[in-house]
């Protein structure tokens, strides 16, 4: 017969879960770890309870507050506390995800494989899922987009399968990410704004902002700069302060639209925070900097912090940070006179985007290069132009909304290059 004493804590460990779980749902990071932190002190708590507690404590710390040195040290204490194969596991994966925003990537893989082979073993369906979106963000983030897109959408299958709606979400967020970088932006905000809907319809604002933030940074890139400012408000409104990634992200939108000095010194601010909270957004945020300050005219500044940006992703093995470094350092050294230097680092990005499959920054570089060569070998220049408008043309006919598409034509830098295309958009 069970212990009084013992059937009570566990009675008291399920409600205080129900309640963590629920202060997670609303952004109410301190409530949840409270609550956590009082059912793992419960005696005779069984190990669904230990692993449900931990599951709600990482997440919070990783997707709410960016604490990811604490995120390992609570992994570590459910891995050597957890009684079961799928504790084991979700702490595998929780520790993974720290070492991988703070830019440990080698650790994240390891950390990452030890947790697919340990849920394989099990027959841990969810775990293998995890593991997964987890591989395919390690993949993204190296420029392996097209493996990271294979295995993202098994992962997004599996949680369906599973009814697992926040596992749905967080996946089809990366999803996103890969549509993004593969240049594909209108599938990119049609799975965005997905995940959004999935995380509202369970009442969970903690992926709700991150979608809507990232369907405005899509937007961007189709210069529906309307739209983008408009989601990354929207985004704004769901939390009580601002992230390096909004942050960078309102900058960038401000900078579009004309309000240049607020603009940067939102980009500034980005990476500020940026540099105290994971490594890829202060990768991104010292890359939209430097591409600001290049716009704005201050290529000392920009080809500094592009150096540094280069530095740091060769470091990281960050190949789509890298080739957004060569191309802002080549156009710096273009407009320095140093066309060996350019054209060095825009062949360097040319080989890189190539192996990425990112459209939006091959267009770029085959339009510098047209630029460069224009007086001293203009039949090449030539060709460059062609590839250009070509890409873009692509690019174009990829957005399906008819409005969006013909916006993205008229923006000044597309429609110098596609001047010579008079395709039926029909």
């Not at 920054?361 to 339009?367: F, G």
Request: with cysteine; charged share 25%; hydrophobic share 45%.
């Amino acid at each position: 017969m069970l212990d009084p004493h013992i059937a009570e804590s566990i009675l008291n460990a399920a409600a205080q879960i129900d309640k963590a779980r629920a202060a997670y749902r609303k952004r109410q990071p301190d409530q949840a770890i409270k609550r956590c932190v009082s059912v793992l002190a419960l005696p005779g708590i069984g190990g669904d309870q230990i692993d449900d507690a931990y599951r709600i404590y990482t997440d919070t710390l990783t997707n709410q507050l960016n604490a990811f040195d604490e995120v390992s040290i609570q992994a570590d204490n459910w891995l050597a506390t957890t009684p079961t194969d799928s504790g084991k596991v979700d702490a595998l994966v929780a520790k993974a995800e720290a070492m991988m925003r703070i830019g440990n990537v080698g650790e994240a893989r390891r950390l990452n494989s030890d947790a697919n082979t340990a849920a394989a073993a099990a027959s841990y369906t969810r775990g293998m899922a995890a593991a997964a979106r987890q591989r395919g963000d390690l993949l993204w983030q190296r420029g392996e987009n097209e493996k990271a897109l294979i295995v993202l959408r098994q992962a997004v299958e599996t949680f369906e399968s599973l009814n697992d709606i926040p596992g749905q979400v967080l996946t089809l967020i990366s999803l996103g990410i890969v549509y993004h970088m593969l240049s594909r932006y209108y599938p990119a905000i049609q799975t965005y704004l997905k995940a959004a809907a999935l995380s509202d319809a369970i009442g969970d604002q903690t992926f709700l902002w991150i979608a809507y933030n990232n369907v405005g940074e899509s937007y961007q890139q189709i210069y529906a700069m309307d739209k983008a400012l408009d989601y990354h408000r929207k985004a704004a409104s769901f939390v009580s302060h601002l992230d390096a990634d909004l942050t960078r992200n309102l900058g960038l939108d401000l900078v579009a639209v004309g309000q240049k000095e607020e603009g940067l010194a939102k980009l500034r601010e980005a990476l500020e925070i940026g540099r105290r909270s994971e490594k890829d957004i202060e990768l991104q945020a010292l890359n939209s900097l430097a591409d600001a300050l290049f716009t704005t005219g201050d290529i000392a500044e920009s080809r500094a912090l592009a150096a540094e940006l280069l530095d740091s992703a060769r470091q990281m093995d960050y190949t789509r940070h890298m080739i957004r470094a060569v191309l802002i350092l080549g156009r710096c050294a273009q407009v320095e006179g140093d066309m060996a230097a350019a054209n060095k680092y825009f062949q360097d990005g040319f080989i890189m985007a190539q192996k990425t499959g990112e459209t939006s920054v091959l267009w770029q570089i085959h339009a510098a290069l047209a630029d460069m060569l224009v007086a001293s070998q203009p039949a090449i220049a030539a060709v460059h132009r062609t590839i250009a408008g070509d890409l873009l043309d692509s690019l174009a006919r990829s957005i399906e909304d008819r409005g969006l598409r013909e916006q993205f034509r008229r923006e000044p830098s597309v429609a110098r290059i596609l001047r010579d295309y008079e395709h039926d958009d029909d």
